[in-house]
């Protein structure tokens, strides 16, 4: 089965710590994309990348780190830079970074900072 | 940098269309529009999009009218199982060609018994 694979579901972390969410897709798409979904809120654009080695930042990338050696994986790291890092974070991927053609969402990583 | 205006909830009774309206009036000539629905807790699962023609597909109808600055989605048989969270989204174009797909707040849809 095609899809796009987050995990863990739920995450929590201590204050300054560093943790890495995994986002892996096995649809041979070129774009992948991290957003960050506060409660009652829409979507908003952390990190993109449209292909392998090359990413860009966001409307909100400070405190998030990224990267793209594989064009399947793109793991997103949240740093204890990050002020407010409890949120539900959504990975996407779709065939083209230009084309015109849907994202493919994940299920999601809730993020709790304990 | 949200482009689209969606009422925030609504209410239709299962078996009924469900008509969820959105205005763009900004949109530019190039862009198209997408839904896509929120269900809780989980990822969003694209519905439909379309640049200027109605488009239908086994989920629902997109109406885009002729001026582009509005649409509406129609769920033409709501049942129980489409509540959700629908957002009306405009893709704009990023640096090198790229481009995003910015969520507002959507509508928020409850179909009741």
């Known amino acids: 089965d095609g899809g796009i694979t987050q995990s863990p579901k739920y995450l929590f972390r201590k204050e300054g710590q560093n943790v890495t969410l995994s986002c892996e897709q096995n649809l041979n798409h070129d774009a992948m994309y991290w957003y960050r979904q506060d409660p009652g809120q829409g979507l908003r654009l952390i990190y993109y990348s449209q292909i392998v080695n090359d990413f860009q930042k966001g409307d909100i990338a400070e405190g998030y780190s990224v990267s793209r050696e594989k064009k399947e994986s793109f793991p997103l790291t949240v740093t204890s830079a990050q002020k407010n890092p409890t949120a539900f974070y959504l990975c996407?991927?779709?065939?083209?970074?230009?084309?015109?053609?849907?994202?493919?969402f994940g299920q999601g990583t809730r993020l709790t900072v304990v | 940098d949200a482009k689209t205006t969606q009422p925030p909830s609504m209410d239709c009774a299962e078996g009924r269309a469900a008509n969820l309206p959105c205005n763009h009036s900004?949109?530019?000539?190039?862009?198209?529009v997408y839904w896509y629905r929120q269900i809780h807790s989980q990822g969003p699962q694209y519905i439909i999009h379309g640049l200027k023609n109605n488009e239908t597909n086994e989920m629902a109808s997109l109406i885009i009218t002729e001026d582009r600055k509005s649409s509406t989605l129609i769920l033409p048989h709501a049942t129980l199982r489409d509540t959700a969270v629908y957002y009306c989204i405009v893709r704009v174009a990023l640096i090198q060609g790229a481009q995003k797909l910015v969520f507002g707040q959507g509508t928020r849809l409850t179909i009741n018994p």
């Open positions: 900004t949109i530019s000539g190039n862009e198209y």
């Open positions: 996407a991927s779709s065939i083209d970074p230009v084309m015109n053609t849907e994202a493919f």
